[in-house]
């Protein structure tokens, strides 16, 4: 064999050897069993226990708390769905996605440019920003989408058009922010596009649903960028393949670190590791027009709860093996 054939040959595998680990790090095989669901409740409706379009859900102490947007309150239940209370949204607003931490309820009004924050028992404790005056100054809001609560109390907020992830004191004073675009098309590690909600892990990383760039990205608590996964290299290819995204709209952080999203386009839950591996997939189906899987939250126990937009319900899933 001539020396430009054996280059030749040597070109060729080394191309060989990268698209199989190209392959395995942009469409990875499942190592977890698709969870399974276990249990429902709600329907379109009005009354007590019934939704129109449910978005956001948190967990917390024993409570499972749902963003009924188009009726304008949050709905609190008990973990098998028994109705607790009803908690009104002032001004007719439209609750996106939620967190919940000890005892409170907080509710990114999408409508009323603010972010809400509510007792156990349904009274309106604080609001964070001018209720129905968008801003872009810091600790103003431009359709908030998702909030999360820290480890010390401090405040995220996924500041939806304003295109940046603010961080408030407990007492919703300004501490910092990060992130600006708008642009479409690849946007750099640590920029936004629409961002529609954000986590907050144990270790105080903080986790954003980039919803139009579908990707995840993850910053320190100082807001330093660390990761971001979702498709090759992260950089706004959307598609319905493991680890891919096709407009991520919730996040929310398990067991052991567990990395939750809620992958609307394609009715799906997905499931990561905390560097982005990823684990497994779940999700109702949905034939005709409209989404499935919006929201999700997940309990100390593991399971999984969901707002499943279109049918106007709460799903509950476990681990194939759980109880």
């Known amino acids: 064999m001539n020396r430009a054939a ?17 392959g395995r790090a942009w469409f990875p095989a499942a190592v977890e069993a698709p969870y399974r669901r276990v249990g429902s ?22 409570r499972v708390s749902v963003a009924d947007s188009l009726n304008h309150r949050i709905q609190v239940f008990t973990p098998d769905g028994r109705f607790l209370r009803s908690i009104e949204v002032p001004d007719r607003g439209r609750p996106m996605n939620l967190a919940a931490a000890g005892g409170r309820v907080y509710a990114a009004d999408y409508w009323n440019d603010d972010v809400l924050v509510f007792s156990s028992d349904g009274r309106l404790l604080r609001t964070f920003g001018t209720p ?19 480890p010390k109390g401090n405040v995220f907020v996924a500041d939806f058009y304003n295109q940046r992830v603010q961080e408030l004191a ?15 098309g690849y946007v750099p590690a640590g920029w936004f596009n629409y961002p529609i909600d954000v986590a907050v892990a144990p270790d105080g ?13 993850v910053f320190a608590a100082d807001g330093r960028f660390l990761r ?56 109702t189906v949905h ?12 309990a100390p126990d593991g399971t999984v709860y969901t707002t499943n937009l279109i049918d106007d319900r709460v799903e509950v899933w476990r681990a194939r093996g759980g109880r």
């Open 41 to 62: 409740w709600g329907g379109a409706g009005t009354a007590p226990g019934r939704f129109r379009n449910p978005i956001g859900i948190a967990f917390d102490a024993g």
């Open 6 to 22: 054996r280059i030749g040959w040597g070109l060729a595998a080394v191309l060989v050897v990268l698209g199989v680990a190209a």
């Open 287 to 298: 034939r005709g027009p409209g989404y499935t899987e919006t929201g999700v939250a997940v």
């Open 170 to 184: 407990p007492d919703g004073r300004f501490l910092r922010q990060w992130g600006h675009t708008g642009k479409k």
């Open 205 to 217: 990383s903080v986790y954003v649903a980039d919803g139009y760039n579908d990707r995840i990205q």
């Open 132 to 150: 129905g005056r968008s801003g872009s100054a810091p600790g103003e809001f431009n359709s908030p989408a998702g909030v999360a609560v820290g």
């Open 228 to 283: 971001k996964w979702g498709g090759p290299f992260a950089a706004n290819l959307r598609g319905p393949f493991n680890g891919w995204f096709r407009t991520p709209t919730a996040v929310a952080i398990g067991p052991r670190g567990a990395v939750f999203v809620a992958d609307q386009e394609n009715d799906r839950i997905q499931k990561f590791t905390p560097e982005g591996r990823f684990l497994t997939a779940f999700g």
